[in-house]
């Protein structure tokens, strides 16, 4: 609910150009080479990855062990049969979605 409050403080601010100019912290950013270029360059390329964000690691599991043949299948047919894919728990379900809008 909190997070819905600051977005809908943010829209607010946007729409009625609140928004302060330059973005504050835009100017003291490090360059982008400097953070990310140890692990990404443009000479390199990790190939392509698929991440399917699940809500916990024991859905992860299930899909993997009941889901992946056919997964792999499909990538096979499509002609990506390298593609990667990883599986990413959230921490969150849908179920605590409808918590939330009960309230």
Request: with cysteine.
């Amino acid at each position: 609910m909190r997070a819905k409050l600051a977005g809908t403080r943010q829209l607010y601010h946007v729409l009625t150009n609140q928004v302060p100019k330059p973005i504050p912290g835009v100017a003291d950013m490090r360059p982008a080479l400097e953070t990310c270029g140890n692990c990404h360059w443009p000479g390199r390329d990790s190939g392509d990855v698929i991440t399917v964000w699940v809500p916990s690691a024991a859905d992860g599991r299930q899909i993997s062990q009941n889901h992946m043949e056919r997964l792999r299948r499909e990538l096979t047919r499509l002609g990506r049969s390298d593609t990667l894919i990883r599986f990413v728990a959230t921490g969150y379900s849908d179920d605590e979605d409808e918590e939330e809008k009960q309230e």
